[in-house]
């Protein structure tokens, strides 16, 4: 039996999988290297899954999930018993470019996905949505329970409706899902169109760094290996079809769980951090706010803390220098 893990290639996609092989458990990864960013990176993060200690546990299968067909046929053989659907077109400023993307991988992709899981009763189904759908809310920190009606981005909007599709499909099918609304995630392997990365590289390059809204910015900054152990433990404990009230409101076999840091931090923090990993000054280029982006997300975590005893431990002060140690290493820098 095996777990299937979508977007293996990518950033979370990545240490799930790692976390899972390490385990004992073989895991399918699923995922088609699309070139939103350089794909040197994705296929860098699959060998070193490889080899690892437990590497002979992963096999990959270059497969595009919005391809109903070519997903079938990847998988038709395979027995199942997890299913972390992570794979998607990520990346709120980008929507606004490439809308249809966005429709393709992620309302297409996560409805094959969910077919898959149909096929395959009463296998868990774990999937990622985004603290984006919390949109232009005030009130903070965003709780499960908050309206979540109003985006400010498509790939807002693609989210949201992933988590809906995933209700009817509790509801009609009775698949146990579990959909995860992650806040601003970061650690080594992470994405080069990300704050993190793009300012190390700009500051090891004497390079301005972009600064949106004045630096008027707040982020739920949360470590890699916490946000991993809130899937494992999600995949592991599926919700009960018992007709009980879910975290998120469901009474099918579907809950929505903010998984973050709950330790809000404001931009400039993060860059000062940052200054001091790099032993570097950073040139600040401040900038109005973006389209669709949000000035603050902060995640109340009580639900999943709750359920699935989770509770980050990595503060940014621990967090960030992983990074940077990281990228120096994987850059030559």
Do not use: C
């Given at each position: ?10 950033f979370i ?15 399918i ?8 960013y350089?794909?040197?990176?994705k296929?860098a993060r699959?060998a ?6 437990h590497?002979?546990?992963?096999t990959?299968?270059?497969v595009?999930i919005?391809?109903?067909v070519?997903?079938d ?6 027995a ?7 794979a ?6 980008y ?5 249809r993307?966005y429709?393709?991988a992620?309302?297409?992709g996560?409805?094959?996905m969910?077919?898959v ?10 999937y990622?949505s ?8 005030t009130?903070?920190?965003?709780r499960v ?12 909007a693609?989210?949201?409706a992933d ?19 992650f ?14 990365w793009?300012f190390?590289?700009?500051i090891?390059?004497?390079?301005p ?6 630096g ?5 900054f949360?470590y890699?290996?916490?946000i ?7 995949l ?10 879910k975290a ?6 579907h809950?929505?769980y903010?998984?973050g840091n ?6 400039e ?13 950073a040139i ?6 973006q389209?669709?982006?949000v000035?603050s997300?902060s ?15 990595t ?5 960030v220098?992983?990074?940077v ?5 994987y850059?030559?820098?």
């Amino acid at each position: 039996m095996s777990i299937v893990v979508t977007g293996a290639a990518g950033f979370i996609g990545s240490h799930v999988a790692r976390r899972l092989i390490d385990s004992g458990r073989d895991v399918i990864g699923i995922d088609n290297f699309e070139p939103y960013y350089d794909v040197a990176l994705k296929h860098a993060r699959i060998a070193s899954i490889k080899a690892s200690e437990h590497g002979r546990r992963f096999t990959l299968r270059d497969v595009d999930i919005a391809d109903d067909v070519a997903l079938d046929a990847a998988l038709e053989t395979d027995a199942i018993d997890g299913i972390v659907h992570l794979a998607a077109q990520a990346g709120v400023r980008y929507s606004i470019l490439e809308p249809r993307k966005y429709v393709r991988a992620n309302l297409v992709g996560h409805l094959n996905m969910l077919e898959v899981a149909r096929a395959r009763p009463g296998v868990p189904f774990v999937y990622a949505s985004s603290s984006s759908v919390y949109g232009g809310n005030t009130a903070q920190p965003f709780r499960v329970e908050d309206r979540v009606d109003s985006p400010l981005s498509l790939y807002a909007a693609t989210k949201r409706a992933d988590e809906l599709m995933s209700e009817t499909y509790a509801h009609l099918y009775r698949i146990p899902q579990t959909g995860l609304r992650f806040f601003t995630v970061y650690g080594p392997w992470g994405r080069p169109d990300m704050a993190m990365w793009l300012f190390t590289d700009a500051i090891l390059s004497e390079r301005p760094i972009t600064v949106f809204n004045g630096g008027r910015m707040v982020r739920d900054f949360t470590y890699i290996d916490d946000i991993v152990s809130g899937v494992v433990a999600a995949l592991d404990r599926p919700p009960l079809d018992d007709g009980e009230e879910k975290a998120g409101g469901s009474r099918s076999p579907h809950r929505l769980y903010n998984i973050g840091n709950n330790r809000p931090e404001a931009l400039e923090t993060l860059i000062a951090t940052l200054e001091e990993a790099l032993g570097r000054k950073a040139i600040r280029d401040y900038q109005p706010i973006q389209p669709g982006d949000v000035p603050s997300t902060s995640a109340d975590i009580s639900a999943i803390s709750r359920d699935l005893g989770f509770s980050p431990t990595t503060p940014i002060t621990v967090g960030v220098p992983r990074f940077v140690d990281w990228y120096r290493d994987y850059t030559g820098r």
